[in-house]
């Protein structure tokens, strides 16, 4: 989504709306792309929308339902049918002022290619009046949907609903805006449903949703590989991937190591076909003042991804085979699709952009906003666009966007337009689309080594959803056994552990197949397995040699919960061994609360130093944790507290427990600037800061720079006093609360500094 500032302003009334996103400081906002290089920006049929497109060679793009078929796409479910269940955020922007953006409009419709053409030809209103939606899950007897405020869950029969939605998850949306709030609800190789924005995955249990943490990440969009994998992004950046499958690490509730694996993959660079003036601050340009630029000051093109959202990783059997593991990635502000490839070595995921200085798809189309893309169920893509004029929300307009889209007549119509595209390669297969809601078991586990991940996920999908009756449990076994058939294997075990079948037999016989990838999926699922099945598997475990470091990492994680003398002496050499950050924080994590008895097991013999610092730090958490303030101080604290997961909106950046998130913003947890001098902290929050910060030694490149809240009058020296409390007080930080007063008198003292970011080199 568009370029957001770290912390979001409080509402205003609807005439001030527009100035939200003004900053103090930036008084010149002279348009920099010269007037005559700007193309009109009219409503185009979706057959002159298509003569927009610019896409890569071997490749054909064409319209798989536009208006009035569907309306402001903004995330899709497929049933196992094929059909499309499609969110429609028609609230989103109706004008530059968001007016009513608070009233439910939007839409839950089911799309339906009845001929098979490539077209959808059926829609089906499922849900109306929703209060801007922005994720969903089918499952066979109802719809779990996110809304702006709750997770709900309605019944259905067929494509009508049944009842009223209930509440799944209470906390589900933790705070924000729209740009802020929690989406996704992807479902993982493991059978969770991640998410974006958000700290939670989520699992249906019978009648029940069973919610776990899992580290806060992305912002628009979740995507997985062939082996698990979870990527995502955010607005100033393309692509994550993270090395190691979800919660591997996190196993230890008595302490978060906040070891992460997420790595920055590519290139940010976008490259559009035409000038991109419509972005919020287009207007930062040396030529104007400013110490950076925006936009390339020869092509007036922008220099570095702002409105990177939804995305997907190729798994499709109709593209190219060398494209299966590439990644695809929409940037909304500047009319683009962009290609990644990934690659990997010894489980390290490396990327390069696909096509030099050239995209996969763009348009001259300023009204072209492509906001998610999915692989779809004939081996193609299906792409999203809202195709709306207006793609800033009103919390972060500038005066200078404002003036640029009412003069371009980009802020109407409201309503109205709203496109999903169907991308094939050419000559590539299609493929055929069955209702697995009809087939047999032993179909469906056919099904399950399919070329197209479609029909693999959503065999495992259905299976998950029947009961196990013993031929398809024997059939499952027989192919995680089977030679060359990894992806089918690797499907097989986990649609057992989604069954509630898993044991430590098809475990045991993946480790022994020789094929690595299949080995780490059986590690991975050996660690969901209940102590007594898992204790069968010591033997092989123990005696296991991992092949690469990736497999140490998952052998780590499993060597653990087995809590035998024999299995925590083998983790220690193993932890020994590798010498690998990831190989520790695996251990720590299935040794959960069994720290003692570990180190008992290992007696006198050498202990990694990361390793037993964190056991010695989870030795030493006992008690209730929390803050330790009282009184008029602790209620500063739960101001701030709301503050921070609200309308300061301080977690989208920081991650909800303070960590921070890779290339957008620093940790706030054990930082020397939170819990310093409350000068330090006080002089960033009041005035902002720019460029790069070191952090306990570890410097921080962020992509923008951090706000300045003394400019902004809902921001009062309480408010602020609140936050610095909070932020003080919260994860492992302890320090002195901070009260109004001292806000006040260091808002004076630093007057003159007001519309200059401070750097690092100003405050050290």
């Known amino acids: 989504m568009p370029k957001r500032i770290l912390s979001a302003l409080i509402l205003l009334s609807a005439p001030l709306l527009a100035q939200q996103g003004n900053r103090k400081g930036h008084d010149n906002m002279n348009p920099v792309v010269p007037e005559e290089l700007v193309p009109p920006a009219p409503v185009l ?36 049918a094929g059909r499309l269940w499609v969110c429609e955020m028609i609230g989103y922007m109706l004008d530059i002022d968001g007016t009513d953006e608070d009233k439910p409009h939007g839409r ?13 030809d059926k829609r089906t209103v499922f849900l109306d009046n929703i209060l801007l939606p922005r994720a969903l899950a089918v499952y066979p007897d109802g719809l779990l949907f996110a809304d702006q405020e709750l997770l709900r869950f309605v019944k259905r029969d067929g494509l009508k609903p049944v009842g009223e939605p209930v509440v799944a998850v209470k906390d589900y949306i933790q705070g924000g805006n729209v740009e802020h709030a929690a989406n996704g609800l992807v479902r993982g190789l493991d059978n969770w449903l991640y998410n974006a924005k958000s700290s939670q995955r989520i699992r249906r ?133 962009k290609a990644i490839k990934v690659t990997e070595s010894d489980g390290t995921l490396k990327a390069e952009h696909t096509y030099k200085d050239k995209e996969w798809l763009a348009s001259t189309d300023e009204r072209f906003r492509p906001v998610n893309i999915y692989n779809a169920p004939d081996g193609s893509v299906h792409l999203l666009d809202m195709y709306h004029g207006i793609i800033q929300h009103k919390t972060y307009v500038t005066s200078y966007l404002r003036e640029y889209y009412t003069k371009l007549g980009l802020d109407g119509p409201g309503k109205g337009h709203g496109r999903i595209y169907r991308i094939t390669a050419k000559g590539g297969k299609i493929e055929k689309v069955p209702d697995m809601d009809t087939l047999p078991n032993t179909d469906l586990v056919k099904l399950l080594v399919h070329p197209n991940g479609w029909h693999r996920d959503m065999a495992q999908r259905v299976l998950n959803s029947r009961e196990a009756d013993q031929e398809t449990l024997d059939l499952l076994h027989r192919l995680v056994s089977m030679k060359d058939q990894s992806l089918g294997s690797i499907h097989a075990l986990w649609t057992l552990e989604g069954m ?70 083998r983790l220690n050499d193993l932890v020994n061994t590798s010498k690998d950050k990831f190989v520790s924080a695996a251990a720590f994590s299935g040794l959960d609360h069994r720290e003692t008895a570990f180190k008992a097991a290992i ?38 507290k709301d503050l921070y997961h609200g309308a300061a909106a301080c977690f989208g950046c920081h991650s909800p427990d303070g960590s921070g998130i890779l290339g957008l913003a620093p940790p706030v947890d054990n930082s020397e600037w939170v819990t310093g001098t409350p000068e330090l902290l006080g002089k960033v929050l009041l005035h902002g800061m720019t460029g790069p910060i070191t952090v306990n030694g570890i410097k921080y490149e962020t992509p923008a720079g951090m706000p300045a809240l003394a400019g902004n009058p809902m921001f009062t020296d309480e408010n602020i006093a609140d936050i610095m409390t909070y932020v003080r007080n919260e994860w492992s930080n302890k320090a002195s609360p901070v009260q109004p007063d001292f806000v006040k008198k260091l808002r004076a003292e630093t007057s003159s500094q007001l519309g200059r970011p401070y750097t690092e080199k100003d405050l050290r």
């Open 500 to 569: 509630g079948k898993l044991t430590a037999a098809p475990i045991a016989a993946a480790l022994k197949s020789g094929d690595k990838k299949l080995a780490i999926s059986a590690l991975w699922a050996a660690s969901t397995l209940p102590h007594p099945e898992l204790l069968k598997l010591e033997k092989e475990l123990i005696a296991l040699k991992p092949a690469n470091k990736e497999t140490a990492v998952y052998l780590a994680r499993s060597l653990g919960p087995i809590a035998t003398p024999a299995a925590f002496l």
């Open 603 to 640: 007696g006198d013999k050498t202990l990694d130093k990361t390793l037993a610092g964190w056991i010695e730090k989870a030795g030493q958490k006992k008690g209730p944790s929390g803050p330790a303030l009282k009184g008029k101080a602790l209620a500063s604290f739960q101001r701030g």
């Open 108 to 120: 839950i419709v089911v799309l339906e290619d009845t001929d098979g053409d490539g077209k959808a």
């Open 205 to 337: 249990d019978g009648d029940k949703w069973i919610v776990e943490n899992t580290p806060f990440r992305g912002q628009w969009g979740v995507a997985f590989d062939n082996f698990g994998r979870i990527y995502t992004n955010n607005n100033s950046q393309f692509l994550i991937g993270e090395n190691i499958a979800p919660n591997l690490l996190e196993g230890n509730s008595a302490l978060n190591t906040k070891t992460s694996s997420a790595v920055r993959l590519g290139s940010n660079k976008p490259f559009p076909v035409r000038v991109t003036p419509g972005l919020n601050r287009a207007y930062i340009q040396k030529s104007n003042g400013y110490d950076q630029n925006t936009l390339d000051p020869e092509t007036y093109k922008l220099l570095s991804a702002t409105g990177a959202a939804g995305l997907t990783i190729y798994r499709g059997s109709n593209f190219p085979s060398e494209w299966v593991g590439q990644s695809l990635i929409t940037e909304s502000s500047v009319n683009l699709v």
């Open 45 to 80: 049929s979706v057959e002159d929308a298509i003569k927009s497109f610019e896409i890569a060679e071997g490749f054909a793009i064409s319209p798989f339902a536009a208006e009035p078929m569907i309306e402001k796409p903004v995330a899709l479910d497929y049933d196992p």
